[in-house]
């Protein structure tokens, strides 16, 4: 297990791997590649949810199938009842006044990530993400030629956003703010004063607010999420990002949403016309069933989440890791500065020694050299086997 196999026929060895560390997408990959080498890999990489899709989504979506509505084209912004219920959902749960014009149903979040970047952002404009974050941010704002400004956040504040780093780094060229909540690496939730911040800052300055709230229904108590569009003045400002993928576990069935004002997601599906045209028929059937159908599931997962989270905190704790509290998401974002390996290496160590797949924090920004990412997406044995393994290799080399 001392080469890393990233295509087919391509062997990388770790000097190698190193070379593309600071390509958060390409290492991620390279590592999964690796780790579906492993027989008994225990994969704690991706961020795509093991639970099964609710079972009247599969149902709703074999009746479309039979019944034949699932053969007709949807229109390029996406089926009518399925944006309406978006709206609906966004109204009465989000507080976001929002009506099925506003919205626009993309092929999962990281489409309309991509296509709202390159609608938004001209060259030369400048938008400020917060660090870490996941490469998928770095990767359209690239390819829209605009240029990333990165907001610094800390572990004592786990993770949240300082106002007072946002208003420093602030220019004539500033176009936009990214807010992640809950955060995809640090499983940080923005709090309601941050969030207030925010808004104010970005309507004194006249900013565009872009909100991924992907992972919006994975809170833990005590902390609350707050949607930004929803507060004074900031409807007409603010780009919401949803979706389907962590909230019920239908990552494969690429279903997400962009919800703005209604100029805006028409200039959204112009570009989209252009280039995917309308997601699957039958995926927006599923998803119209697991936002009109019973909501018992997802208290159902969050619970599931819940326990693997204690474990994980209590594991990682007894090996002598520190983290940001995870307030959301299935992630824990920890330091494992105290096992003298740098993350990098300590994740390629754990990998070929304990046949446990963890991202390094490098793969989510450049300066994390001692962070790990760990996705809580096993069954609570696999998690202990995985732990279990993890102190044994790091007994041996400390």
């Known amino acids: 297990m001392s080469k890393l196999v990233t295509a087919p ?7 190698e791997l190193r070379a593309i560390a600071a390509d958060g997408t390409k290492l991620r990959y390279a590592l999964m590649d690796l780790a579906s080498k492993i027989s008994d890999a ?6 795509d949810p093991d639970l099964d899709t609710p079972a009247h989504v599969i149902s709703a979506v074999r009746l479309a199938i039979l019944d ?33 014009d506003d919205v626009l149903i993309t092929d999962g979040g990281q ?9 938004l952002l001209n060259p030369e ?7 870490p974050r996941y490469s998928s941010y770095d990767e359209a704002i690239h390819h829209a030629g605009a240029r990333m400004v990165l907001v610094p956040t800390y572990p004592e504040d786990n993770f949240d956003l300082r106002s007072t780093e946002i208003e420093k780094r602030i220019t004539p060229k500033t176009k936009a703010i990214l807010v992640i909540s809950p955060s995809n690496p640090t499983a940080a939730v923005v709090g309601p004063a941050s ?16 909100s991924d709230e992907i992972y919006e229904k994975l809170i833990y108590s005590p902390s609350v ?10 409807y007409e400002r603010t780009i919401t990002l949803g979706g389907f993928s962590k909230t019920y576990a239908m990552t494969g069935w690429r279903v997400g949403y962009v919800a703005a004002p209604a100029d805006f997601i028409e200039m959204l599906a112009a ?5 995917t045209g309308a997601i699957s028929t039958v995926s927006q059937y599923a998803a119209l069933a697991a936002l009109t159908g019973s909501q018992d599931i997802v208290a159902e997962y969050h619970e599931i989440y819940s326990r693997r989270r204690s474990l994980i905190l209590g594991g990682l704790g007894e090996m002598g890791f520190t983290y940001g509290n995870p307030q959301g998401a299935f992630f824990v974002y920890t330091n494992a500065v105290s096992s003298g390996i740098p993350a990098f290496e300590l994740s390629y160590l754990l990998l070929k020694e304990a046949h446990v797949l963890i991202f390094p924090g490098t793969a989510f920004g450049e300066k994390w050299v001692d962070w790990l990412r760990i996705a809580y997406l096993q069954p609570e044995d696999q998690l202990a086997l995985a732990l279990d393994r993890m102190k044994g290799v790091l007994g041996r080399h400390r």
């Open 9 to 15: 026929g391509s062997i990388v060895a770790p000097d």
């Open 42 to 47: 225990i994969v704690l990489g991706r961020g």
């Open 68 to 100: 034949g509505r699932a053969d007709v084209a949807a229109p390029i912004s996406g089926l009518s009842a399925l944006r309406e219920a978006v709206a609906n959902k966004l109204r009465t749960q989000n507080l976001i006044p929002t009506e099925p």
């Open 111 to 119: 489409e309309a990530l991509y296509l709202l970047m390159q609608t």
């Open 125 to 131: 404009d400048e938008i400020l993400v917060p660090d």
């Open 195 to 210: 969030v207030r911040a925010v808004a104010e800052i970005a309507c004194r300055h006249n900013l565009v607010v872009i």
């Open 225 to 234: 999420q707050t949607s930004i569009a929803s507060l004074p003045g900031m």
């Open 271 to 275: 570009v989209k016309a252009s280039t």
